[in-house]
């Protein structure tokens, strides 16, 4: 199997996850944990393990003037990104939320334009449209996004962890040319660790870790282990090999994936709106990750 195909694997499981990440998170912070109690947990858990891989099978060192560009993606990716995602979907919906996360791949490909020099070409752009209407048929039919009260800071926040999350990919991109994975990876969690400790301690020593049910520990323990280690892993795996804009549009799958569930819970079902919002997302998927190649070129090249 080529590195391109195992690229584009690894973003199909990470969307599995995020896609799932909605409903989980929106649990935990509507139960027992406060949305700071949760992203503490989070980051201090997701350090420790990327600290204990990193240690263990990769002891590679980074460049001094590369920890202020590991320190900025960690506060950027890790620690705004995921702080407002949680803060925001307190005060929101995960209907809401998903809404705002399909312009994700508009901003990466204008941030990537403008900071790494990454191309739009019309076969992208027709894809993201692609992509972005079929999310939007199949998210908005039938749905009303809320500007009203609360929800509309909840949507605000969301909006602004989807900005950094969108900076987070194209920033980290030269970096994981450089070294590998789970060296990023320890860096980045370590210095949003450092930024929200401030912030999270206070709710951190009020977790009531005693009374916490089965449901709560299992929560996190996705959170932690799926959505944090295993994602972001997969994630910096396939920005090796292919550009933030094509990281960015497997945004668009987590609809798809979130009405499966629900078919396959029995709380939804399949109907005509919701096969052409697949078949315009799925189109858009090809679109977007097709290159002509050259001859001469490499795979990897003709994707990048």
């Not at 282990?225 to 960015?248: K, W």
Request: proline residues 4%; hydrophobic residues 55%.
């Amino acid at each position: 199997m080529s590195q391109i195909r195992r690229a584009h694997l690894s973003l199909l499981g990470t969307t599995l996850i995020f896609g799932l990440h909605y409903t989980v998170a929106k649990a935990l912070i509507s139960g027992q944990l406060t949305p700071m109690q949760v992203i503490f947990m989070r980051l201090l858990g997701g350090m420790i393990l990327f600290w204990l891989v990193q240690r263990l099978f990769v002891p590679e060192k980074v460049e001094r003037k590369d920890l202020f560009k590991l320190a900025l993606c960690g506060i950027l990716g890790f620690a705004l990104n995921q702080g407002l995602f949680y803060e925001g979907l307190n005060l929101t919906t995960p209907v809401d939320a998903s809404i705002i996360h399909v312009l994700n791949p508009i901003l990466v490909l204008i941030f990537a334009t403008i900071l790494i020099g990454e191309r739009i070409t019309l076969t992208k752009a027709a894809g993201i449209l692609l992509g972005a209407s079929g999310a939007l048929i199949l998210i908005l039919f039938g749905k009303k996004l809320s500007f009203s009260g609360s929800s509309a800071t909840g949507n605000l926040l969301v909006f602004l962890n989807m900005i950094f999350y969108a900076l987070y990919l194209v920033m980290i991109k030269p970096l994981v040319g450089k070294y590998h994975t789970t060296t990023i990876l320890k860096w980045v969690s370590f210095f949003a660790f450092l930024f929200i400790l401030p912030f999270s301690i206070k709710p951190a020593l009020a977790i009531p870790f005693s009374s916490l049910s089965l449901n709560t520990w299992l929560g996190m323990a996705f959170v932690i282990l799926l959505a944090t280690f295993v994602a972001y892993f997969l994630i910096n795996f396939a920005l090796q090999r292919v550009s933030p804009s094509v990281v960015s549009y497997y945004t668009y799958l987590q609809p798809v994936i979130a009405s499966v569930s629900s078919v396959s819970l029995g709380t939804g079902t399949i109907t005509g709106i919701k096969v052409l919002a697949a078949l315009l997302i799925f189109s858009g998927v090809f679109v977007v990750t097709w290159q002509r190649k050259r001859p001469g070129v490499s795979e990897e090249v003709a994707e990048g």
